[in-house]
């Protein structure tokens, strides 16, 4: 088979399009060539946490690499099976644990017996899922659709010093399973997690108050984690559960922005979700669709806007699996097809 050449300027022109590419050429078997790489970012090419997302992949499945260094532009994938076994990634700099996850979970579903990766980095870190989102989002859904991951977030880490550490363990499913997410259901109630690392408690107290002020008629229960570490920060973490699914939004704490200002921010995005009426939140949507894609039957759910990210995944995913993705307003329905 031909290799498949994707343009990485397409989009949202980011490291979703690599991350997702080289887990998807894993998958499939198929040798990839992406060019254009992170180009509509102010520093294009490959960073550090996307190179280690790339060569984890490569290893996943002992993968020959070219371009595989920093600042490149174009990178040449070609896969062989996906193994299990225990594996360590590192980041070396407070880059995303998440995303580096995002791709090494994705490809270790075809994996011939269960993975157990120790990933080193940041696990709350602007501009990527904090772990929190996988602990309460995104591997409670993936559970639903038979694939389970177990995830200990062993240390937080934080920019710029990291040093966070997390362990993953995923169970390559017999199937994957479709998700019908058409309503919400019932509304339990939303579940606050605050956490400070070398920080005093009453940062994680005032953040805790701020959502609460913010939503105020919604039932929420509270929990704060306190740690210390090699790194310094805080944030929030907002789950709300539904009878049928469960939507997360967060907030980061920064250096001279007040713990009430980061509480409000979390809410705001929490209320938004709460609003559009969405069955799943912006940021799960996307990082769904690939297993949805690969699922025994077809999926839907309802989100509050089609964000670049789901948009470019809606347009990758069906080069690599034999899909139809189908856009109904803000319904995205997802049809593998049995051929």
């Known amino acids: 088979m031909a290799t498949l050449r994707i343009d990485g300027s397409y989009g949202e022109g980011g490291g979703q399009i690599l991350r997702s590419s080289v887990a998807l050429s ?153 998700l019908e997410l058409k309503e919400r259901g019932r509304p339990e109630g939303i579940e606050a997690t605050s956490f400070v690392q070398n920080l005093p408690e009453h940062i994680a107290q005032r953040m805790e108050h701020a959502v609460r002020k913010s939503l105020l008629g919604e039932r929420i229960t509270a929990e704060r984690q306190l740690s210390s570490g090699p790194s310094s920060g805080a944030g929030i973490y907002l789950c709300a559960r539904y009878q049928n699914t469960m939507l997360g939004t967060d907030a980061l704490g920064e250096r001279g922005v007040p713990a009430e200002r980061v509480g409000e921010d979390a809410a705001e995005r929490m209320r938004d979700e709460i609003d559009g009426g969405g069955t799943l939140d912006v940021h799960t949507a996307d990082q769904l669709l690939p297993y949805m894609a690969m699922a025994q039957g077809p999926s839907s759910f309802k989100v509050r806007e089609l964000t670049s990210h789901l948009t470019t995944q809606m347009w990758l995913l069906p080069q690599f699996l034999p899909v139809e993705i189908e856009v109904d307003g803000t319904t995205v329905n997802v049809v593998p097809s049995r051929t």
């Open 26 to 178: 894993a998958l499939t078997g198929r040798d990839l060539e992406i060019v254009n790489i992170r180009s509509k970012r102010e520093r294009c090419g490959l960073a550090a946490q996307h190179l280690t997302a790339v060569r984890g992949v490569a290893e996943l499945c002992g993968a020959l690499l070219e371009g595989d260094e920093l600042g490149s532009t174009s990178l040449t994938f070609r896969p062989q099976e996906v193994h299990g076994g225990e594996y360590g990634f590192d980041v070396g700099t407070a880059g995303s644990v998440t995303l580096v996850l995002q791709a090494c979970m994705l490809a270790s579903v075809s994996a011939d017996g269960p993975v157990t990766m120790t990933i080193r980095g940041g696990t709350n870190v602007r501009m990527s899922p904090p772990v929190d989102h996988y602990l309460n989002v995104l591997l409670p859904l993936l559970h639903e659709m038979h694939v389970d991951v177990e995830l200990e977030v062993v240390q937080r880490g934080f920019y710029p010093q990291g040093g966070g550490v997390v362990t993953v363990t995923i169970m390559p499913p017999r199937a994957i399973m479709p």
